[in-house]
Nanobody, 124 residues
Framework: QVQLVESGGGLVQPGGSLRLSCAASGSILNINTMGWYRQASGKQRELVATITSGGSTNYADSVKGRFTISRDNAKNTVYLQMSSLKPEDTAVYYC??????????????????WGQGTLVTVSS
């Protein structure tokens, strides 16, 4: 079984910064892409940023220049550094790994895994 556990959410004032972390654990052979999504109240979940094991990144237009995604492959951990936060960044942030190579009963399998989410509130 593979799990993603996020941490680092909380309340921050507009213009402030926050850093999210997401650690993967379990029987992991390889994780190529990891990413962050968010879902604001009453809205659909949307992509924030992704990063491959080689370091290639992709960002939503709404966060470019303000958010930075990074990862530590040795620790199977991905980070999201958020700066110049706006009230519209308020959402539950979810970590995602769309294709985790793992073993189930000694057989190689590929799983998509989501974290439980961490709430980020940007408000004065």
């Amino acid at each position: 079984q593979v799990q993603l556990v996020e941490s680092g959410g909380g309340l921050v004032q507009p213009g402030g910064s926050l850093r999210l972390s997401c650690a993967a654990s379990g029987s992991i052979l390889n994780i190529n892409t990891m990413g962050w999504y968010r879902q604001a109240s009453g809205k659909q979940r949307e992509l924030v940023a992704t990063i491959t094991s080689g370091g290639s990144t992709n960002y939503a237009d709404s966060v470019k220049g303000r958010f930075t995604i990074s990862r530590d492959n040795a620790k199977n951990t991905v980070y999201l550094q958020m700066s110049s936060l706006k009230p519209e960044d308020t959402a539950v942030y979810y970590c995602n790994a769309p294709r985790v190579a793992t073993t189930v009963a000694l057989v190689r399998r590929y799983l998509e895994v989501w974290g439980q989410g961490t709430l980020v509130t940007v408000s004065s």
